[in-house]
């Protein structure tokens, strides 16, 4: 709520108060909401007829990308469990990849 007589003058900010500044811990223990969704699965990706997936390296100085095709995976599998198993094939990064 904004207190009116908080202004000083003609386009003023208005004063901080304890009724308008939040107490940190309560911003601090607000609870986050992450996005809950089911994950984007192999069959997914496959009812929309996409066959093949763009893979990018995930080293950030790599740059490297290729093209997969997708046929040989399980429609029940998970496209984001492939990023920490691929490998980059021009600077050997192992940690992951981006897969779109």
């Known amino acids: ?11 003023a900010r208005p004063k901080a108060t304890k009724e308008t500044v939040p107490d940190i811990g309560t ?18 990706i496959r009812g929309h007829g996409c066959r093949d997936l763009l893979v990018y390296c995930g080293s950030g100085r790599c740059h490297h990308s290729a093209t997969m095709n997708g046929d040989g ?6 496209v984001r469990s492939l990023c920490g198993r691929m490998v980059c094939t021009v600077c050997g990064y192992i940690a992951g990849a981006e897969i779109h």
């Not at 995976?73 to 998970?78: E, G, Q, S």
């Open 73 to 78: 995976f399980p429609d029940d599998l998970p």
């Open 27 to 44: 911003v601090l223990n607000t609870a986050y909401d992450p996005e809950t969704f089911p994950p984007v699965t192999m069959g997914h």
């Open 1 to 11: 709520m904004l207190n009116l007589q908080s202004f000083s003058k003609v386009g």
